[in-house]
């Protein structure tokens, strides 16, 4: 009896064991999903405080904690991500907005001040050498940090890596409250490409977000017309200033419908607590839309300068007519293409001249030796007067100096 008892109790704990494990590791699941969100709430708090760096760090501290122990693109991860990222993204912006502010205002040396450097610079040739082992060992220190600056990862590289484990966790979820994070995903992730520079990605991801935003929000939504704006604000950046103006239009017309909506709210009301927030919102709201409409008028602006430029590039790449100086066959001034076209006549016709005068005639270009047995004696007679003649007269040059200056005197008596 005492061992079959022995034997039950035995059997009785090793089946209770697997159920305490598996209790175990579901309440210390719970205990870091429960964790988690106090570090999500706290990090959204950082952030309506604009305490960004602190919101990073503790996002960052809940996307680890969750990833370690449900796996980097599991449901549970994709809120955490989702808001690192946005965070990510608004440090990038402030570091960029430092950056700016600090290089604002900064002096340019002057050419003096170079020069004086310059002076200052130049050593004797015996501390050459010293001074050349100095350098080896600054460059490989410099070389050294440039590497470890290469290593580090940028804020907004952090940030598109976050918001794309959000977007492939939030892809396979279809609520209607996911697909509005998942257009938000893709409203940061176009926000991250435009701060980049990369305009082609930025406007698929903005796209990708209207989409999503047009399925599953009224017409007179804040959210669809950020993401408008977004999209007129990057077709002005790659110069589409008719994609610019449709989107910026869109923006107002969301915006003017949101105000109507907001105003007969306000009216209907009974009490002025009770409509606060809306008439918040209704100021905030009429104060953008000046803005919105000169961004309008800068980009029609933009798009007439454009097309004038593109004018002026066609009619001088397309051989438009240009007067030119040459004259044409009937007197007039030819254009560029006719002056062109005549070249090859001009210098058939040239060449054809050429080839009927006799050769006595370009005597004054060509000069040959004259050989000796050629020369005749009538040559020869005549070339000793000129001699003589230049003999009794003085030499050539100071008599035709001479008739010069007679010249001038008789011209200054006459004057």
Request: net charge negative; hydrophobic share 35%.
């Amino acid at each position: 009896m005492p061992e079959e008892t022995a034997a039950s109790s035995s059997a009785t704990s090793m089946d209770e064991k697997p159920c305490s494990s598996n209790a175990a590791t579901a309440e210390g699941l719970e205990d870091v999903l429960e964790e988690a969100k106090k570090l999500i709430g706290t990090g959204n708090r950082h952030m309506v405080m604009g305490d960004v760096v602190s919101a990073v760090s503790v996002f960052q501290d809940a996307c680890g904690m969750l990833a370690e122990k449900y796996g980097d693109t599991a449901d549970e991860c994709g809120e955490a991500f989702f808001l690192c990222g946005k965070a990510l993204l608004e440090l990038a912006r402030m570091e960029n907005t430092v950056l700016g502010n600090a290089l604002e205002g900064v002096p340019e040396e002057s050419s003096e001040e170079g020069e004086k450097q310059e002076d200052s610079k130049i050593e004797s040739a015996d501390n050459l050498d010293d001074d050349d082992d100095d350098d080896d060992e600054e460059e490989g220190e410099g070389n050294a940090e440039d590497k470890d600056s290469e290593d580090e990862v940028g804020n907004l590289q952090l940030a598109w890596e976050m918001l794309e484990v959000a977007k492939v966790i939030y892809k396979r979820k279809e609520d209607k409250e996911d697909q509005l994070v998942m257009a938000q995903i893709f409203l940061k992730l176009g926000e991250v490409g435009a701060e980049s520079g990369n305009y082609g990605q930025a406007l698929d991801d903005f796209q990708e977000c209207l989409a999503l935003q047009l399925k599953h929000l009224p017409p007179h939504s804040r959210l669809l017309a950020e993401t408008h704006y977004q999209l007129g604000m990057t077709f002005s950046f790659t110069n589409e200033f008719r994609q610019a103006i449709e989107h910026f239009s869109s923006s107002i017309k969301v915006i003017e419908t949101r105000v109507a909506m907001l105003q007969e709210v306000i009216d209907k009301a009974e009490g002025e607590e009770a409509v606060k927030e809306q008439r918040n919102e209704l100021e905030e709201l009429k104060q953008l839309l000046p803005e919105i409409k000169e961004k309008v008028e800068d980009a029609k602006e933009s798009q007439k300068t454009a097309a004038a430029a593109s004018v002026a590039i066609q009619q001088t790449m397309g051989g438009a007519s240009t007067s030119s100086a040459f004259p044409a066959e009937n007197g007039g001034a030819s254009s560029s293409s006719s002056t062109v076209n005549q070249i090859p006549v001009k210098r058939e016709a040239a060449e054809g001249a050429a080839s009927s005068k006799s050769a006595s005639d370009i005597s004054h270009l060509v000069r040959k030796k004259r050989k000796p047995e050629e020369e005749s004696p009538k040559q020869d007679s005549e070339a000793k007067k000129v001699k003589q003649e230049a003999t009794v007269n003085g030499s050539g040059d100071s008599a035709s100096n001479g008739n010069g200056v007679q010249e001038k005197m008789e011209q200054e008596a006459s004057a």
